[in-house]
């Protein structure tokens, strides 16, 4: 099994920025594409990024240019800078690993103007 815990979740001003982190631990060996995804209130849950081991990354359109996914492999953890925060950016943020099916607990991000 796999076991994720995020971190770095908070309050922020809009125009502001935070770093959220991801760490895997367990039977991680075979990891290959990390994600995250977020869930604001009364909407579904929705992806935000991916990366794949060899560092190639993917982007929600509503987050390109914003948000920069980032890994380090040596320590099975994903990293989600956000830059530029805006009042819909606010949501619970997961980590998701497709391969083992696991969820994170969720870290909370709220924007506010």
């Known amino acids: 099994q796999v076991h994720l815990v995020e971190s770095g979740g908070g309050l922020v001003q809009a125009g502001g920025s935070l770093r959220l982190s991801c760490a895997a631990s367990g039977s991680i060996f075979g990891i290959n594409v990390m994600t995250w995804h977020r869930q604001a209130p009364g909407k579904q849950r929705e992806f935000v990024a991916a990366i794949s081991s060899d560092g190639s990354t993917n982007y929600a359109d509503s987050v390109k240019g914003r948000f920069t996914i980032s890994r380090d492999n040596a320590k099975s953890t994903v990293f989600l800078q956000m830059n530029s925060l805006k009042l819909e950016d606010t949501a619970v943020y997961y980590c998701?690993?497709?391969?083992?099916?696991?969820w994170g607990q969720g870290t909370q991000v709220t924007v506010s103007s």
């Open positions: 998701y690993i497709p391969r083992h099916d696991t």
